[in-house]
């Protein structure tokens, strides 16, 4: 299971997929946690679509990370 997420510091998303600590699926934000998962390089546009140029693994601690509910349309971009 993975969920959608933004980084607050850069609006960017954040697909966490893993449960940083156990290395277990990821399945909702909870404090105190971190999540590794794909960090894309991105803009949201309208409809919630995200253009992206690339995708980084990342983890984050859940503080730095706010859920972003919603279908999102994912458009790759050649940088």
Known sequence: MSFTTKVLSTGQLFWAAIDAETFRDAHRLEDGKR???????SVLTEHNR????????????AGELED???DIRLLHVRG
Do not use: N
């Open 35 to 41: 999540y590794s998962g794909h960090l894309f390089q």
């Open 50 to 61: 995200v253009v992206y140029t690339e995708a980084t693994w990342a983890t984050f601690p």
């Open 68 to 70: 972003w509910p919603g």
